[in-house]
């Protein structure tokens, strides 16, 4: 069957992109947060890897290995991205049980969940931890994990924040969603690599920066500056990595923006007038439930539309 | 306790008036039907299999009360007892069928039929008809990619991955013919059980010439016509270079079988022969006989 | 630098064979003709089993007004009129043909020499081409009398000619420009001639830097013939995409044809053909044919006679690799792979490609992930993981109202999908199931 040549790309290869993109930030938890980071990362993945395992063994009893394609591994380093370094071993468990056993397999695995498995478990997590999950340690503890002394997130005092350390990473905060610069790093990495496009964190970013560009404008004392929005808390890891997972956006460039605008407009709006000081993973989620909406509404450029009518 | 009782009047006002929607919106919008169609889906087995050839019970419960008789109307599933029922509701008779059960004509085993070539398109049947003739030289036998198999709601139809055939279990088939249709080669037929589950099949539908017939085939049925003239009963026709048993007309004499060059055709359910002369056996041994399984009855054959 | 606007996508194009000079065949000892070379009705055979026949005569006449004739490409003698297996993987019917000898009939010129001058009406012109059983050369073999006689009340506009070759590893049309560029444009001007329009345009992809070249020196002498270089960009050979890339207009949907923008879209070989036909009497017999693979010792461009079974091109070109795992007529985006190395060439067969056991492995399927690669490789701006879903769910209501008649079958979707999911199998189901419905819709009405 036609054709009989391919491009030679396949899932673990972007996933492997993804993984590598994610890196910088991921080392530069490392630097920050030192031990703690290591012990949350690797125990993240590890849980996830074999949750994964575990389901499609003796579960969905399916002897195709879905680990080869690592999707579980990213899914592990995001949950990790998402947690706080000194966060106690068994609250990942449960998230990473949560993440690949509730969120991905019941919908049938990879492809199939309508929500981004490790985004719903960090929502998971701070809704039933909600103290554990947003005690952040301070930056610059090499070797302390649970011992590790805490400070509240820049997000509950976002307009007071330095904006270089916030731009560095230098802040208390998640895992991976310190360093913004790291974080770009990986965007840059991501589309160079075609790994996904430009749209969903474009229209993300651009979105927050005028929302909150007016905003700060009309009330400079109580809203931060759109670069203290654009560089705190999971703005910059929810836009590059979170909202661009495959899975759980839309398909065509139009549905993407549109995504996009609406997950930046909801992260504001949380953000300024809602009860959480961080909007961005609930505005992700929000957005996953609109994505076959979307997917509907939004018909790629069929060939020769003009003429028809 | 002001609070309480505003609570409960607001939201006892609301259901009312909510309670009265509903109760507008069931009259106007109710959907005319005649009652008996729910009683008729009632005793149906709610398979929607689509067996009747009606889009799911519903659909043949409201044929059934719309038609004058029920001449033609079956429920594969439910059988004889289920369209007594649905007579009864309706007050007429039900018309008398014979049990049925899906029978896949090809025995091109991995061993009779060998593979040529291989196809590497998306598992399905349809495809692999579109796309040639398939593993083996044979254009018009089994693809064996299982359509059949993903068509069957009651689990009675399996591929065996050593022959590369699909296997019927007659106890678990109902003839509901989703197989028959899905099949893109028309290699399933609904056959009469026969008695004691005995069949006399011709396991090919290959309409080539003899020679191509054969390059393809080991068992491939070859139109030489010899079981025609051997047959007593006039219940074999050849057409299309390929033979066909009717059903209806066979009296399972087995002397067909014997004359067949080819061995394509195969009984089934009959009890294992002794090496010859071969009596009819009695009832008892039938029941020892292998399960309704055709294919890999015609490899055991001795 | 032009191309089409939606999707497309970038296969590596192993072009093996590029620059290899074309070489007549050697004559095969029975030629085989298939009955049904073409899109429409089969050929009719108007020889019998013991009739003598010479290079040139006709031995099927065309079926219907979409049919085109068929002639012997061989002199001898008809062995039997049978069935063969052809690139549609079923035996379908064939004339058979011993050959003896070289005997070819008078009518035909013979000479090198180059006629540009040609006095016939456009409607000779049309019938010439007719009857010398000219089909589309590129592949789909649709019959060029067709297309060249416009459906009342349209009127063309321009002559496109396909010259960008985009499948991978083919350079039949490539060496073809690049030894027979004189003829190829006399072939243009009397096609232009015979739909009565005064512009022309080749469409030729830019990785054929010297065929440009050349074609555009000897295209200097013709005001009218326009060259264009284009983006290399597959499926750009796909009409509508061509027009697009060409004229920048896009053609409707079906039942819409280019000729509804003013456009008459020809192959390249076509145009050769049409000037072998209508200035030297020579009906269509013959062919390059590129034979190439990545094991293949010589990968060679041939001058075939149709009939020709494939496995003497094989021979010719080095002889079959052990490793060899898929036999492909046509190139590796569109063609078919064949169940043996007998089916003859035909007149829309412009490659033998040989894979090797590796390459034709298929990856592993796995889950979609929604990656949504597919959508943006689509040249018809459908959604092919959509199409797919609904085919494989028999949802043909939906798959109609997602445009899925209007795909055009050139695999950009399977071969971009990172899941390795043969999306196109799929969508071909139900692609024609969706058109048998709609035929059985029109027929009711």
């Known amino acids: 069957m036609s054709p009989h040549v391919h491009s030679g790309d396949s899932v673990s290869k972007n996933m492997r992109w993804v993984i590598i993109a ?19 990362t690797a125990t993240s993945v590890a849980s996830c890897v074999f949750f994964e395992w575990a389901i499609n063994k003796f579960i969905l009893k399916n002897d195709q290995c879905t680990l080869c394609d690592y999707s579980a591994v990213v899914t592990g380093i995001l949950l990790a991205f998402n947690l706080p370094a000194n966060l106690p071993l068994y609250i990942i468990i449960i998230g990473a049980l949560f993440a690949i056993g509730v969120v991905k397999m019941t919908f049938g695995g990879l492809g199939c969940n ?74 840059v990495i991501l589309l160079v690599t075609r790994t996904i496009t430009w749209h969903i964190p474009v229209s993300i970013l651009a979105t927050v920066l005028v929302l909150t560009g007016l905003l700060n404008i009309a009330y400079p004392v109580e809203v931060a500056t759109p670069w203290h929005h654009l560089f705190g808390g999971g703005l910059m890891l929810g836009a590059v990595f979170m909202a661009t997972d495959y899975v759980t956006s839309p398909m065509t460039a139009k549905g993407q923006l549109i995504y996009g605008f609406c997950i930046g407009f909801l992260t504001v709006a949380i953000r300024v007038f809602g009860a959480y000081p961080e909007g961005m993973s609930f505005a992700i989620l929000i957005m996953n439930a609109f994505v076959p909406l979307i997917n509907n509404a939004c018909k790629p450029q069929r060939f020769a539309k003009e003429v028809k009518k | 306790m002001n609070t309480i009782l505003v609570a409960v009047m607001v939201l006892g006002a609301t259901a009312l008036v909510l309670a009265g929607v509903l109760f507008v919106v069931s009259k106007k919008f109710a959907v005319k039907e005649d009652p008996r169609v729910g009683q008729v889906a009632e005793v149906l087995p709610q398979a929607n299999c689509g067996g009747c050839g009606f889009p799911g019970c519903a659909g043949f419960a409201d044929a059934c009360v719309k038609a004058g008789s029920l001449d033609g109307l079956l429920c594969p599933v439910g059988g004889q007892a289920v369209m007594t029922q649905v007579a009864e509701i309706l007050g007429l008779s039900a018309g008398a069928a014979e049990p049925k059960v899906a029978v896949v004509r090809c025995n091109g085993t991995c061993e009779h039929r060998p593979r040529t070539v291989v196809y590497d398109g998306a598992v399905s049947c349809k495809i692999a008809h579109a796309t040639g003739c398939g593993e083996t030289g044979c254009a018009y036998g089994c693809l064996g990619c299982g359509d059949c198999v993903k068509a069957c709601q009651f689990d009675a139809i399996r591929m065996n991955p050593e022959t590369g055939l699909p296997e019927v279990d007659a106890d678990k088939c109902t003839a509901c013919g989703a197989c028959v249709k899905a099949c893109p080669r028309m290699i399933i037929e609904l056959r009469n059980k026969g008695r004691n589950g005995r069949r006399m099949v011709v396991l090919c539908v290959n309409k080539d010439k003899g020679a191509l017939t054969r390059k393809a085939c080991e068992v491939g049925c070859i139109g030489c016509s ?27 004499c087995r002397k067909c079988e014997d004359e067949c060059p080819q061995h394509s055709i195969v009984a089934v359910n009959f009890p294992v022969r002794k090496p010859k002369p071969a009596p009819e056996a009695e009832a008892p041994k039938a029941a020892e006989a292998p399960k309704a399984t055709e294919a890999p009855e015609a490899t055991q054959k001795s | 630098m032009k191309t089409f606007r939606i999707g497309g996508v970038h296969p590596a194009e192993n072009k093996l064979s590029a620059g290899k000079k074309i070489e007549p065949m050697a004559l095969p000892k029975q030629a085989v003709f298939p009955l049904s070379q ?8 108007c020889v019998a089993k013991g009739d003598m026949v010479k290079v040139g005569t006709k031995i099927a006449d065309a079926g219907g007004f979409v049919s085109a004739a068929i002639f012997s490409s061989v002199s001898g003698k008809v062995a039997k009129i049978d069935s063969i297996i052809d690139a549609s993987g079923y035996r ?63 009127k063309a506009e321009c002559v496109i000619i396909n010259a960008v070759e985009c499948e991978p590893y083919l350079t039949a049309d490539h ?52 060259i264009v270089p284009l983006k290399v960009q597959y499926p750009q050979g796909g009409e509508k995409q061509l027009i697009d890339a060409v004229i920048g207009r896009q053609v409707p949907n079906p039942p819409a044809i280019p000729i509804a923008v003013g456009a008459v879209v020809q192959n390249v070989g076509t145009a050769y053909a049409v000037y072998e036909a209508v200035i030297k009497n020579k009906p269509l017999f013959e062919r390059v044919v590129t034979v190439t693979g990545k094991a293949l010792a010589n990968p060679s461009n041939l001058l075939t006679r149709m009939g020709t079974p494939m496995s003497m091109l094989i021979e010719a070109a080095g002889g079959m690799p052990e490793n060899t795992g898929k036999i492909i007529g046509g190139g590796p985006m569109m063609g078919k792979a064949l169940l043996n190395a007998e089916v003859p060439i035909c007149k829309g067969s412009s490659g033998v490609l040989l894979m090797t056991e590796e390459e034709s492995v298929r990856g592993k399927e796995q889950n979609c992930i929604r990656c949504a690669k597919c959508v943006g490789a689509c040249p018809m701006g459908l959604e092919p993981y959509l199409l797919a879903k609904l085919g494989e769910y028999s949802d043909w209501e939906r798959a109609e109202n997602e445009d899925i008649m209007t795909c055009i079958e050139c695999g950009c979707c399977t071969f971009t999908c990172p899941s390795n999911r043969p999306l196109l199998d799929w969508i071909r189901l139900a692609k024609n199931t969706v058109g048998g419905i709609i035929r059985e819709r029109n027929m009711k009405k």
């Open chain 3, 175 to 226: 060496q073809l420009m690049l030894e027979k560029p004189e003829q190829i444009l006399v072939g243009v001007s009397l096609l232009m001639k015979a739909v009565n329009v005064t512009k022309g345009y080749i469409g030729i992809e830019n990785n054929k830097p010297d065929a440009i070249a050349l074609m555009k020196e000897k295209a200097a002498k013709y005001p009218n013939i326009e």
């Open chain 3, 92 to 154: 379908k019917p064939a004339i058979f043909i011993d050959v003896i000898g070289d005997e070819w009939e008078e009518i035909i010129d013979r000479s090198e020499e180059l006629v540009t001058e040609c006095a016939l009406e456009p409607a000779e012109i049309v019938a010439k081409i007719k009857d010398a059983g000219i089909v589309g050369m590129g592949g789909a073999c649709f019959p060029t009398h067709v297309k060249l006689t416009p459906p009342p009340g349209s």
């Open chain 2, 226 to 252: 010899k079981c025609q003239k051997v047959c007593p009963f006039e219940a074999i026709t050849i057409a299309n270079n390929l033979a066909y048993i009717d059903y209806e007309k066979c009296k399972l």
């Open chain 3, 38 to 45: 073409h899109i429409g009705a089969p050929a009719v055979a």
């Open chain 1, 114 to 187: 309508l929500f981004n498995p490790a985004l719903a478990a960090r929502v998971f997590l701070l809704i039933s931890f909600p103290v554990k999950m947003t005690m952040f340690p301070e930056v610059g503890q090499m070797t302390a994990y649970a011992d590790a002394v805490t400070a509240a997130t820049p997000m509950a005092n976002l307009a007071k924040t330095d904006l270089l350390p916030l731009f560095l990473g230098n802040v208390g905060g998640s895992l991976g969603e310190v360093s913004a610069l790291c974080l770009l790093i990986g965007l």
């Open chain 1, 22 to 40: 994610m890196l910088p930030a991921m080392l530069w938890s490392f630097y920050a947060f030192g031990l703690g980071a290591v012990i949350v």
